[in-house]
């Protein structure tokens, strides 16, 4: 691991270049990747995403994700607009954020619907989440793909080597206590 000074994910990666795709293979109508493009990262490994993001070493930072600490991070600008995680030289995790601050350039959330990921992963669970008491965060573990979304609205999403739900929970799960209220467990 490149020698970091060792902060929280938000501290480390608020000062941080943020990098973007250098050439992508398929494009959006919109400019924007697509959700299967970003998922295409997940397994690189930091050579492979060095090249595909234009970034050099000097662009990762000592980063942690829920439970996980200890990993290498790199901050994305649009179009993917998130946060690259490695652990052992490898991607296991892209954090996608944007839904409630639109760029003004095309990110992956200009084609992310909420209708849309759920009737792709109709047995998604339904967790609290950390994006407020009015959403809820639903995991396809096996998919590798988590999102958060309320009243139509992606707040985020995490791509991620499938697994399991318990094993997400597990590495990169961050529960937001029980002040927040889970809309879809509610409904039964």
């Not at 965060?137 to 096996?142: D, G, L």
């Not at 309320?150 to 985020?156: C, I, N, P």
């Amino acid at each position: 691991m490149h020698p970091v000074l060792r902060a929280s994910m938000f501290a480390c990666l608020a000062s941080a270049p943020a990098c973007g795709l250098a050439e992508p293979s398929q494009t959006r109508p919109s400019g924007a990747p697509s959700l299967t493009e970003v998922q295409a990262l997940i397994g690189l490994d930091r050579a492979a995403l060095l090249q595909r993001l234009d970034a050099t070493p000097a662009d990762l930072h000592l980063g942690e994700y829920g439970p996980s600490k200890n990993m290498e991070a790199i901050r994305t600008r649009p179009p993917i607009a998130g946060t690259v995680f490695l652990e052992d030289g490898r991607v296991v995790l892209v954090s996608l954020y944007g839904g409630l601050t639109p760029s003004p350039e095309p990110t992956v959330f200009a084609a992310l619907r909420a209708d849309d990921l759920a009737s792709t992963h109709p047995d998604a669970h339904a967790l609290p989440s950390r994006s407020g008491k009015q959403f809820s965060h639903f995991v396809a573990a096996e998919a590798g793909l988590a999102w958060s979304a309320g009243e139509g609205t992606v707040t985020f999403v995490e791509v991620f080597v499938p697994t399991d739900v318990e094993t997400y929970r597990q590495r990169f799960y961050q529960d937001p206590g029980v002040l927040y209220k889970c809309p879809a467990l509610a409904r039964g």
